[in-house]
């Protein structure tokens, strides 16, 4: 599962005053310095899942729309005030993201048992995991070490978290942009096997396209109108059969014409990655390895280490 290199780094911490070694992180990153954090996140997750089943998919997504801008800095956690604009706000996080006092609730917790310790981007990474795994989904271990931003960037998360409008080839050059490939762009979208969606996401694809199953797009109109800013903020699950289950029932909705996003289906419409999709819709265990691996990759993406960034005692705002 560890690569040597990460082995070789986590060794390197114990003598060498808990930093993570030339930029990289480890999995033991808090166990001398806040050896209760996993344990903490875990439990606060689960709680939070029990209370409401969504919350798991909302915190996966979290971290995903923190690592696309700018790496997997926290910085999607920073509150607008009057003088500065960050990342909540961008369009596709505005009216959408959500489980910021999951987290904030999470780090009280930290901070009351290691004061100044945990990053926020890592209670991100590792809540992340923690919700697949109470919803079904694959375990993994996750690196750790990563820093918080003090400042966020409307600009970049507008431009680089990808838009469901997206064709497959800006798709694949979007996850390229993170050094992230098309098995791991066909692996990850398989967190759409949770949680949902607002109609003005998937109007369009409803109402105007026809690679999409018949009954599927009328069964959504009833509560998704077609003329646009009228039930704008609507649900409708992403996976329509196990919505808070993470199985690989997404990739056999793609094969059945039930995507519910435009770019959902865009990983199978007779284009290069209809193999990959056919591949999970018949092997959970393939899928749930390739996702674990990717999601690891994912948390990889230009974390701040060292003595960049710091760990944000409010993960509202920079200390
Ligand atoms: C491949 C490109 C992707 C696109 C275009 C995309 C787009 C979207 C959109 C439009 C929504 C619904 C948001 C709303 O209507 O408020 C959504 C939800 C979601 N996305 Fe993605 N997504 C992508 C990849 C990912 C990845 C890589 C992950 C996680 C690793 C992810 C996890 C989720 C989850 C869990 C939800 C449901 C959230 C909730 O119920 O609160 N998505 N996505
Ligand atoms: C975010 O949503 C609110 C409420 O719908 C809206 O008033 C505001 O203009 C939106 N912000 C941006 C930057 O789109
Ligand atoms: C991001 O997108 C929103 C909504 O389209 C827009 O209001 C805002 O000005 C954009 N922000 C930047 C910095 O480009
Ligand atoms: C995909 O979208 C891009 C950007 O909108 C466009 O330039 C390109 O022609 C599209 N590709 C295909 C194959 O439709
Ligand atoms: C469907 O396409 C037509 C023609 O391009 C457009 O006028 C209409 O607004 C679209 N409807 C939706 C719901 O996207």
């Known amino acids: 599962m560890m690569k040597i290199s990460s082995l070789i780094a986590c060794i390197v911490l114990f003598i060498s005053s808990w930093r993570t070694v030339n930029g990289q992180l480890c999995p033991a990153f808090y166990e001398k310095t806040c050896p209760s954090a996993l344990s903490t996140i875990k439990a606060a997750v689960k709680q939070a899942v029990a209370k409401e089943k969504r919350m798991g998919a909302s915190l996966l997504r979290l971290h995903f729309h923190d690592c696309f801008v700018n790496g997997c800095d926290g910085s999607i956690l920073l509150d607008d005030t009057p003088t500065f604009t960050g990342e909540k706000t961008a369009a596709p996080n505005n009216n959408s993201v959500r489980g910021f006092d999951v987290i904030d609730n999470i780090k009280s917790k930290l901070e009351a048992v290691c004061s100044g310790v945990v990053s926020c981007a890592d209670i991100l990474a590792v809540a992340a995991r923690?919700?697949?795994?109470?919803?079904?989904?694959?375990?993994?271990?996750?690196?750790?070490?990563?820093r918080d931003s003090t400042t966020a960037s409307q600009g970049s998360a507008n431009t680089s978290i990808p838009a469901p409008t997206l064709n497959l080839t800006a798709l694949i050059s979007s996850f390229r942009a993170q050094g992230l490939s098309t098995t791991d762009l066909v692996a990850l979208s398989g967190s759409h096997t949770i949680g949902?969606?607002?109609c003005t996401n998937f109007r369009a694809r409803i109402y105007n396209e026809t690679k999409i199953n018949?009954?599927?797009?009328?069964?959504?109109?009833?509560?998704c109108p077609s003329a646009s800013g009228s039930g704008d903020n609507n649900l409708a699950p992403l996976d329509r059969l196990t919505p808070t289950f993470f199985e690989n029932n997404y990739y056999k909705n793609l094969k059945s014409q039930k995507g519910l996003l435009h770019s959902d289906q865009q990983l199978f419409m007779?284009?290069?990655?209809?193999?990959?999709?056919?591949?999970?819709?018949?092997?959970?265990?393939?899928?749930f390895k390739d996702f674990a691996a990717a999601m690891v990759k994912m948390g990889n993406i230009k974390p701040l280490t060292g003595t960049k960034g710091q760990i944000r005692k409010n993960c509202r705002k920079p200390n």
Do not use: C, H, I
């Open 270 to 287: 007779g284009g290069s990655t209809d193999s990959q999709v056919t591949k999970y819709s018949l092997d959970q265990n393939t899928f």
């Open 214 to 223: 018949t009954l599927f797009a009328s069964s959504l109109k009833a509560n």
């Open 130 to 146: 923690d919700s697949v795994v109470e919803l079904g989904g694959p375990s993994w271990t996750v690196m750790l070490g990563r």
């Open 196 to 198: 949902q969606a607002r």
